[in-house]
T-cell receptor
Framework: SAVISQKPSRDICQRGTSLTIQCQVDSQVTMMFWYRQQPGQSLTLIATANQGSEATYESGFVIDKFPISRPNLTFSTLTVSNMSPEDSSIYLC?????????????FGEGSRLTVL | AQTVTQSQPEMSVQEAETVTLSCTYDTSESNYYLFWYKQPPSRQMILVIRQEAYKQQNATENRFSVNFQKAAKSFSLKISDSQLGDTAMYFCAFGPNFGNEKLTFGTGTRLTIIP
């Protein structure tokens, strides 16, 4: 398994500002993903965080709005830029490729953002 | 693209009873994974049970079991002897293949266990 720590756990932000969410894993992992969970909704994949290269974004998500860094195999950040109330969501970091857990994703506790 | 459908937005059941949550999916793949994840109010997504499509035997984990019908593309979760701690959102998820953990999630079922 993997232990994933996310910071901040929650935050209240003003419209037009940006916030960076950190994700730290207790072991090296090949795959890291960022998901968004809007209030009462399911999980939507934002992007795959690639170590040493640009993230791979899903349809509807762009780098200018959600820049992602992944400097090594245990750490990633997601920035939510120029926030609006529509960005109020839970943002979840997840990892995969864990030995003995084929196909399975492990999740952090999520970061709940509220944009006023 | 794969789709996952959960047709029961909310369910409730008395403590100690059995409840079944439904999930259907659509894919053209022949080998894949299916998962049930639980998200309690604390928000931490926790894996409940997994099923590999190539296995005919239904997966079981203690009080949790699945009914996997590959031809019908159905993957239901049965919770036996339900407990208060089972109260949570339950998400069905599809995984395309080993080494590709880009899961597709259903819309979830909110399960409430009534004391």
């Amino acid at each position: 398994s993997a232990v994933i720590s996310q910071k901040p756990s929650r935050d209240i932000c003003q419209r037009g500002t940006s916030l960076t969410i950190q994700c730290q894993v207790d072991s090296q992992v090949t795959m890291m993903f960022w998901y968004r969970q809007q209030p009462g909704q399911s999980l939507t994949l934002i992007a795959t965080a690639n170590q040493g290269s640009e993230a791979t974004y899903e349809s509807g998500f762009v780098i200018d709005k959600f820049p992602i860094s992944r400097p090594n195999l245990t750490f990633s950040t997601l920035t939510v830029s120029n926030m609006s109330p529509e960005d109020s969501s839970i943002y979840l970091c997840s990892v995969g490729g864990i030995q003995g857990a084929a196909g399975e994703l492990f999740f952090g506790e999520g970061s709940r953002l509220t944009v006023l | 693209a794969q789709t996952v459908t959960q047709s029961q937005p909310e369910m409730s059941v008395q403590e100690a009873e059995t409840v079944t949550l439904s999930c259907t999916y659509d894919t053209s793949e022949s080998n894949y994974y299916l998962f049930w994840y639980k998200q309690p109010p604390s928000r931490q997504m926790i894996l409940v049970i997994r099923q590999e499509a190539y296995k005919q035997q239904n997966a079981t984990e203690n009080r949790f079991s699945v009914n996997f019908q590959k031809a019908a593309k159905s993957f239901s979760l049965k919770i036996s002897d339900s407990q208060l701690g089972d109260t949570a959102m339950y998400f069905c998820a599809f995984g395309p293949n080993f080494g590709n953990e880009k899961l597709t999630f259903g819309t979830g079922t909110r399960l409430t266990i009534i004391p």
